[in-house]
């Protein structure tokens, strides 16, 4: 079974940090990367890192937020520092295989509040 399996939200207050797990298992991803969505707004691309190790993120985390991966472990990690209120979203997984097929973990929630 191919899933995508996160772990690591939580309620924090602002200034916190959280770090994001998100364990691939039953096939090889090739891209993969972090997505949220705040109530009433698209989802976005946070931050997305390739198995050989380019990286992208939005320029609202930047400086903030760090995407690693460690493919020994087909897991890919989203260290947020510094989080605002704005950061607040449901943060899902996202990866694509080696066959180009495209998976979501089940979303995990992060809410950054005073």
């Known amino acids: 079974q191919i899933q995508l399996m996160e772990s690591g939200g939580g309620s924090v207050q602002p200034g916190d940090s959280l770090r994001l797990s998100c364990k691939a298992s039953?096939?090889?991803?090739?891209?993969m990367g972090w997505y949220r969505q705040a109530p009433g707004k698209q989802r976005e691309l946070v931050a997305a890192?390739?198995?050989?190790?380019?990286?992208n993120s939005t320029d609202s985390v930047k400086g903030r937020f760090t995407i690693s991966r460690d493919s020994a472990e087909d897991t890919i990690y989203l260290q947020m520092n510094s989080l605002i209120p704005e950061d607040t979203a449901v943060y899902s997984c996202n990866g694509k295989t080696i066959w180009g097929a495209i998976y979501w973990g089940q979303g995990t929630q992060v809410t950054v509040s005073s």
């Open positions: 890192i390739t198995r050989y190790g380019k990286i």
């Open positions: 039953g096939s090889t991803f090739m891209d």
